[in-house]
């Protein structure tokens, strides 16, 4: 009886002993896999999970918020903090505030600083003894800044505050809380003046008694305040966020869990080779008395290993990995979704845990089907002399008849609706597709070998009629190689399909849509939300300069609906281009919609908006405004890509009856025909003197979103390329094995007169075979999951329609891309195979 | 935190110099009522004090305090909004639990903003959050915020407004600069309820009420002050307060108002009334602070002769960090004679620096 130890020494050990490169390679490639889910696990916590705290710096004890769209009237705080509660009431105005010289963006926080100070707040001694008072110093242009920021007190900090830069004197520095990305504290009426907020705050934070319960202190609140604010938990908009954010983040965990899958196919391929490779072994420890289960557990053990080592330096990678990731991801936040710095990226144990678990459970689950074939071996059967070639059983039509059952079910999954608004169904067609062409695979392999060997005879001679006969024979091996190629080529193709499709319709929607000749924003940093404003009077101005036919203005408000992020658009619905040309659900034109607009309480909504609420024309939407509840009528939908979270758009002049501040977030000018485009630009700039604007012509406004999405989907490309650096590692891997597996045959042919660039040529031309089969799967397997992709998980994900679109360049690119680096990786195999010894070859046998 | 902050810009203001933006109080003010008993801007340093000696119907006893402070930062402060800062709004607000043998004690600061505080003759109130005393017809509801406590009181006046001092002003010190208008209510008729500890307690008893606004500071050499409210049983009461010098000597500005049965005030000046601790200490834990709580009052033109204690020794409201705001304020009982007859009586005894200089002007 041999002992497991004694089995998994002699079945495991010592084979892999031999072989340092192929186990350092398929190591490698579980590694790599793991190292991609938790680097996109990591990087999502730290750039994903950070904004909340801009939002939650400094609200201590409070449990309840009251917000308002543009803003909470003063008088409510007055309201408030005159009840007859024991409540702490503390009025905030919360902000952004750029540094000019470095670009940095700050959050920027207005408190009462009168009537309460935030913890770690404190006053320069010389202060105390100055002759000015202590009111004034609190009140006057100081401010208290974050450790972050390097200030000391005493210092000059000049802020561009919308679109205006003012000097701040630093009274003081306040203790770093963990992960914000610095902080300028000043008194609210200096914020307020700052801001232009006019008897306005952003948010009333409200701290109350345990006793009663919170529901009962919000009906008694609620029961005093006006009906245009809104009283809510304190970190709803948090939550909020985060709850967005989710979708966005289950699409990337997805994605990065493809590399997985890749790196699943070689773990299988690994141990089904091994398996192959030891069956003399395999049968000598057998007769000696192993078990059939010791010789399961040992090939198990060997997957174990391979996931627990490829695991932990998966664990080092995915650290190292997140780093680039977080600056991705973090852009992609930020101009998506909401202001956030990244926050550190935390390798918890927990992380720890997941990446072992990942990589254990992939190998495993990877292994167990060929370790049970190892099981099975007879030791009669494998001590036969001469029985080293494969045997394969591979059932190409039964398993094409399973690929497509995978493949109706994937279709049926693809029409399922989202669950939680996370398209779950999606996902499992996704996978359902992959897994049905894995299983069509061997048909495909042996089809396309067999009718290809007589062109390749003519085409690349003697060699790549081996070459492809080999394959053919091989057919097991190859066709996992071959899946795992294609399932990364697949997502590669589908994602690339996808982002070139989505880019496509944005630049047609710009066009469609951007009419004016020059744009005007104020020169903060761009983000999701935040939406700084330029001075009124300044539109007035700038139209009426000589070379200007029409100015139309567009103010934002961030706004929260059902529980959900939204941005409120107010605009000018008269005027030559009144809200640009937009595409409606209707087909109607901006005209007729605009004319409607005006006619009342009515509003249009974006298709992202109304997929994520299930929105209709003719149905209506409630929103607290200034005093009163308004009542929104849709009267249409229109295509926008502008924001994930929705645009709800209403008239300027009606809009102003709710909402007092006539100040606006961005201005489109348009030029009078035969003006000259630079001369009026130049006219605007000395105009806006003293403001912080930037001007934009049509089309660097449009060069900048385009940039915007570029960097916006820069972190899609990154997995992919991860996902096709861990199958080109496993084909170099397999192909390795497969030189070693076929030095008899290798040997032989040199024996029998093969020069050695032959060798190499017939190596190469199979790498190259399995490299182009690879690429057909993967393209036809890319083309359907890039289908899925926009109609079914982007659609339900994030409510877009995208405009399906062959982006010919980028997939030949790629597919060139991967058909070389497939060629390169056999390129270490086929020097093994030349610098094979055919007389020691033979003389084995 | 909080109070340190408060305790630092009260210190500060005090050594502001006297901005030409204000008024002083000058003799031949014409008083008039109800609109004096809200706020005057002109003046830099504007106060209201409530305190009063009140018994719950199981004969549990109270004594509370409500002060209301207005300081004038920059009346001429050309920040727009609502938030600018003309003047800062202090309160302070105790509750002695005399039968209880406790002392509570809150403070809270703030501006005008946008009606967070205030004394408006509009509105008929003087509020500092929910903090507040209303007039509604001739009556004045106090109301009174914490998590701790809270107290609902109506205040009906016995007796006319006094005006004390001389000429409309209370001289505080040598000079035409160094005075106040100073205005009580003596005798405060008063009932309501005390919430304390989740407990409610239905309270009658009597008020005094101080009102009082200047500009000037504190005399260099004065540190502190004792001042006194007595309310007799014969329905008479007494204001009497002594000024004192770095030395421990006596300013002879130190002034009172006596006020008889019909509502009828006399002024007291410093040669015309006795008041001296007879010895008995407190020595306040959180200051350090060595108080007198037992006091004579001897007033021969009256022929009154007062002996002064205090039912609860701990009653010092102090403010975090500064011991110069730190103070001793609470309730007394009254024994004594008047003419030979045995004469009783409560009232709130208030020493200031004691803990270090006040820095708050003298009442």
Not at chain 1, 528 to 546: G, N
Not at chain 1, 699 to 713: G, K, Y
Request: hydrophobic share 45%; net charge neutral; proline share 4%.
């Amino acid at each position: 009886m041999m002992s497991r130890l004694r089995v998994f020494y002699r079945l495991i050990v010592r084979p892999l002993y031999r072989e340092p490169a192929r186990t350092l390679l398929t190591v490698l490639a579980v590694a790599l896999g793991v190292a991609v889910v938790l680097a996109i696990e990591l990087a999502g916590d730290a750039a994903a999970g950070s904004f909340r705290s801009s939002i939650e710096t400094l609200t201590g004890s409070a449990n309840l918020e009251v917000t308002a769209v543009g803003g909470v009237p003063d008088n409510v705080v007055a309201t408030l903090a005159t009840l007859p509660y024991p409540i702490k009431v503390e009025p905030r105005i919360d902000d952004f505030a750029t540094i000019p010289s470095t670009g940095q963006s700050i959050p920027l926080v207005g408190l009462d600083l009168i009537a309460d100070h935030p913890e770690g707040f404190s006053l320069p001694e010389e202060e105390r003894a100055g002759t000015s008072s202590l009111a004034q110093t609190l009140t006057a242009d100081n401010v208290w800044v974050s450790s972050r920021l390097g200030a000391k007190p005493g210092d000059t900090l000049r802020l561009l505050i919308n679109d205006e830069v003012h000097p701040y004197t630093v009274r003081g520095v306040l203790k770093d809380s963990g992960d914000t990305g610095g902080l300028v504290l000043m008194d609210i009426g200096t914020a307020q003046r700052a801001l232009n907020r006019a008897n306005r705050v952003d948010r009333i934070l409200i701290t109350v008694s345990a006793t009663p319960s919170l529901e009962q202190w919000e009906q008694r609140l609620r029961s005093v305040l006006p009906a245009g604010v809104e009283l809510r938990r304190q970190g709803s908009e948090s939550s909020e966020n985060r709850k967005m954010l989710s979708a966005f983040r289950w699409n990337l965990r997805i994605l990065s869990y493809v590399a997985l899958v890749v790196g699943a196919f070689l773990i299988f391929n690994t141990i089904s080779v091994s398996v192959v490779r030891r069956r003399p072994e395999i049968g000598i420890a057998r007769a000696l008395g192993a078990s059939r289960t010791a010789v399961l557990s040992a090939f198990l053990g060997e997957a174990a290993c391979f996931g627990a080592v490829g695991g932990l330096i998966g664990i080092f990678l995915g650290r190292l990995l997140a780093i680039g990731a977080v600056r991705l991801l973090g852009a992609t936040v930020d101009n998506l979704y909401v202001s956030s710095t990244p926050a550190p990226i935390q390798l918890t144990p927990l992380v720890i845990l997941l990446g072992l678990a990942i990589g254990v459970a992939v190998s495993l689950a990877s292994a167990a089907s060929p370790a049970r074939e190892a099981s099975l071996v007879s030791p009669v059967e494998a001590m036969a002399r001469g029985e080293r070639e494969y045997t394969t059983r591979v059932h190409k039509i039964r398993d094409l008849w399973i690929g497509f059952a995978l493949a109706i079910a994937g279709a049926a999954a693809s029409f399922a609706a989202a669950i939680a608004g996370k398209p779950f169904f999606g996902y499992a067609a996704a996978l359902l597709f992959i897994a049905a062409s894995a299983f069509s695979i061997p048909a495909l392999v042996s089809g396309l070998t067999k009718i290809s060997s007589g062109m390749l005879l003519r085409i690349g001679g003697v060699e790549a009629m081996l070459a492809s006969r080999s394959l053919a024979s091989s057919l097991r091996r190859t066709s996992v190689l071959v899946g795992a190629l294609a399932t990364a080529i697949a997502m590669t193709t589908s994602v690339g399909i996808m982002v070139g499709s989505f880019r496509q319709t944005v630049q047609v929607w710009m066009n469609n849509q951007l009419k004016a000749d020059l744009f005007v924003a104020p020169a903060t940093n761009p983000s999701a939300d935040r939406h700084p404003t330029i001075d009124v009077s300044l539109s007035e101005k700038l139209a009426a300069l000589p070379g200007v036919a029409g100015v139309d203005r567009f103010r934002e408000y961030e706004v929260s609906y059902q529980g959900l992020p939204a941005i409120l658009g107010v605009g000018d619905t008269l005027g030559p281009h009144p809200l640009g040309k937009v595409e409606f659900f209707s087909g109607r034109s901006t005209e007729q919609v605009n004319h409607e607009l005006r006619d009342g309480d009515n509003v249009i909504i974006s298709e992202p908006l109304a997929n994520k609420h299930h929105l209709r024309t003719g149905e209506s939407i409630v929103l607290p405004l200034g005093d009163a509840q308004v009542r929104f009528r849709i009267i249409d939908i229109f295509y926008d890509y502008g924001t994930e979270k929705g645009f709800m758009i209403i008239d300027r002049t009606r809009a102003l009856r709710y909402l007092h501040d006539p100040a606006v977030s961005n201005l489109a000018i348009y030029v009078a025909p035969g003006a000259d485009v630079e001369k009026v630009r130049k006219e605007l700039e000395s105009v806006a003197a003293g403001h912080n604007l930037v001007i934009y012509t049509n089309r660097s406004l449009r060069a900048q979103a385009i940039q915007i999405f570029d960097r916006t989907f820069a972190i899609t490309y990154a997995l992919e390329v991860v996902a096709v650096i861990v199958a080109v590692i496993g084909i170099a891997g397999a192909m390795l094995a497969l030189v070693i597996d076929r030095r008899r045959e290798l040997g032989l042919l040199r024996f029998l007169g093969a020069a050695v660039s032959q060798i190499r040529k017939l190596i190469l031309v199979e790498a190259g075979l399995i490299g182009l089969l690879a690429n057909i799967a993967g393209l036809a397997l890319g083309i359907v999951l890039s289908l899925l992709l926009i109609f079914v998980i982007n659609k339900q994900s994030f409510g877009w329609t995208i405009r399906f679109h062959w982006p010919i360049a980028v997939l030949l690119g790629a597919l060139t891309l991967v058909y070389v680096a497939t060629v390169l990786a056999g390129f270490y195999p086929a020097r093994v195979a030349t610098s094979l010894n055919p007389i020691e070859v033979v003389h084995e046998e | 935190m909080r109070s340190k902050a408060i305790a630092v810009l009260l210190l500060l203001m005090s050594t502001l110099p006297m901005p030409a933006q204000y008024q002083q109080a000058m003799s031949g003010y014409r008083y008039e009522f109800p609109r004096d008993h809200f706020d005057h801007p002109d003046y830099r340093t504007e106060w209201w004090y409530y305190t009063g000696n009140l018994k719950a119907a199981d004969g549990h006893r109270f004594g509370f305090e409500l002060t209301f402070f207005r300081q004038g930062v920059d009346r001429s402060s050309q920040q727009a909004g609502d938030w600018a800062v003309r003047d800062v709004y202090l309160a302070h607000l105790a509750l002695s639990d005399i039968d209880g043998g406790h002392f509570y004690h809150t403070e809270r600061l703030n501006r005008a903003g946008p009606g967070l505080a205030g004394a408006s003759p509009e509105q008929q109130r003087v509020w500092n959050g929910n903090w507040r005393v209303q007039w509604i017809g001739g009556h004045q509801q106090l109301q009174a915020i914490t998590a701790d406590y809270t107290l609902h009181l109506t205040m009906t006046s016995r007796k006319p407004p006094v005006i004390h001092g001389r000429n409309g002003i209370s001289q505080k010190g040598a000079g035409e600069d160094n005075a106040s208008h100073y205005i009580s209510f003596t005798r405060l008729l008063t009932s309501g309820e005390i919430e304390l500890n989740g407990k409610t307690y239905t309270v009658e008893g009597t008020s005094w009420m101080d009102h009082e606004f200047f500009s000037s500071g504190l005399d260099h050499d004065e540190v502190g002050w004792d001042w006194l409210s007595l309310q007799l049983a014969d329905n008479t009461e007494l204001m009497l307060y002594r000024l004192r010098h770095k030395d421990g000597s006596v300013d002879p500005y130190s002034s009172g108002t006596y006020v008889d049965a019909n509502g009828k005030s006399t002024f007291l000046g410093a040669r015309d009334f006795s008041m001296a601790p007879t010895g008995e200490t407190y020595a306040s834990p959180a200051m350090k602070a060595i108080y007198p709580i037992a006091w004579k009052v001897a007033i021969p033109s009256l022929r009154l002769e007062l002996q002064l204690k205090t039912p609860l020794a701990s009653q010092e409201l102090t403010s975090g960090a500064s011991a110069g705001l730190s103070y001793w304020e609470g309730a007394i009982d009254i024994n004594g004679t008047r003419g030979g007859t045995a004469i009783t009586g409560v009232g709130y005894l208030e020493m200031t620096g004691y803990a270090q200089p006040m820095t708050l002007e003298p009442k």
